[in-house]
């Protein structure tokens, strides 16, 4: 979409008239009708409230500022089950807020639709069939009148979202505990003509490949294969969209995705590392598997580094949302601030690092008895296990 500026305090056109309705729809925009015809608006310091809300609301970073992400999640926050008919595209998935209602109803009747992430994929639609050859309905996996109305005539019966929790931590616990023959996707964020952060004569592009690449060593090492989303940089090439990259993962058929990044902030003093994981408190769902590797990647980061420790936290971006199995996006440090940008220039401190993330994976895989403690897994030792 051509969305490709960014909207804040004191601007004012056309589009922020088309922001500004479209906060009005999701009600957070007090006293404002709903003005599509409206030619110009101010962003105003109410505008500047209702988008920090609904970004808050969305998992979205709360910045007041409205980008693509937050265009596109308002976009898709006015859709209610039964505005339109919902159908599988497979080139453009339809998206929205009627999408995320059809997937938890279905849900709590005991269709497995996957996740309720908002997009009509393939898994919806397969359910959306069983469901309406459980109703009589034609199984043509289009949510139209029939089904609606099929839908509608049925009482919620139990509390969303756990089935799926429950199949996925099923799917962890099947895996078994070695690494050999798992298929993990390292992704080191931006890359190509996407440097990202650039601060303290460091580049975030080429520190998250030097980083996937150490833990793609060290995978290997286990027995796993280790795949990285995009090579080392190469010039003028466009970096990969976030959805690509999901788009990469879920061909695969991975079993694990962990995506690799640094932060920066105005104030040089922000300093830490945090760990992100699909979640969208709005649509009360969240990964469980995701949380808990989440939880572990962050836990073995910090018992390995001094690196402050930010915690854990669920998001909605495209790439831990697109992606079908557990995925996590580390944000490894400040590159802004003197002290991460120190450490992180340090080979030798991202050799912990990987080794950190490894472990993570690791035990995400130990069934709780065998569990090791935290900070303690030393890779090279777990292959001696495993070949014991
Ligand atoms: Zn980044």
């Known amino acids: 979409m051509a969305f490709e500026r960014t909207y804040r305090l004191g601007d004012s056109g056309p589009a922020v008239a088309e922001i500004r309705s ?3 729809v999701v009600g957070l925009l007090a ?23 609904f970004q808050q609301q969305r998992g979205i970073a709360v910045d007041g500022i409205v980008g693509p992400a937050t265009y596109h999640a308002l976009d898709e926050a006015r859709w209610r089950l039964g505005d339109r008919i919902l159908f599988y595209v497979p080139a453009r998935l339809m998206a929205g807020d009627d999408v995320a209602a059809l997937q938890q109803r279905l849900l709590d009747m005991g269709f497995d639709c996957g996740r309720v992430d908002g997009l009509f994929g393939v898994e919806t639609e397969q359910s959306l069939r069983e469901f309406q050859r459980n109703v009589g309905v034609r199984a043509d996996g289009t949510c139209g009148p029939a089904t609606f109305k099929a839908l509608s005539q049925l009482a919620r019966t139990v509390v969303g979202g756990l089935p799926h929790a429950m199949r996925e931590s099923e799917a962890i616990n099947r895996a078994g505990p070695t690494l050999s023959g798992k298929l993990v996707i390292v992704d080191p964020g931006h890359g190509g003509t996407d440097p990202g952060v650039l601060a303290h004569r460091l580049d975030e ?18 027995g796993s294969s280790a795949f990285l989303t995009r090579g080392p940089d190469g010039g003028a090439r466009e970096s990969p969209s976030e959805a690509d990259r999901a788009g990469f993962a879920n061909a695969a058929g991975a079993d694990l995705l962990i995506s690799l990044h640094v932060e920066a902030h105005p104030n040089p003093l922000a300093s830490g590392v945090a760990t992100y994981y699909y979640g969208n408190d709005r649509y009360g769902h969240y990964s469980a598997v995701g949380a808990r590797f989440a939880g572990l990647v962050q836990r073995e980061i910090c018992a390995r580094t001094d690196l402050v420790d930010c915690r854990t936290h669920p998001v909605t971006g495209d790439l831990l949302r697109r992606t079908r199995m557990p995925a996590v996006r580390i944000e490894v440090g400040y590159l802004t601030n003197p002290g991460d940008a120190a450490r992180l220039a340090d080979p030798a401190f991202r050799d912990v690092v990987a080794e950190a993330v490894v472990a993570a994976v690791q035990r995400l895989y130990l069934p709780p008895d065998q569990d090791a403690q935290t900070g303690f897994l030393r890779i090279p030792e777990l292959r001696a296990d495993s070949r014991g």
């Open 22 to 24: 479209k906060l009005a």
């Open 31 to 53: 006293g404002e009708p709903p003005a599509p015809a409206a030619t110009s608006a101010p962003f105003d310091a109410d505008t500047d409230r209702a988008v920090r809300a």
């Open 205 to 222: 592009g080429d520190l998250v490949y030097d980083l996937a690449s150490r833990v793609e060593g060290r995978l290997t090492a286990t």
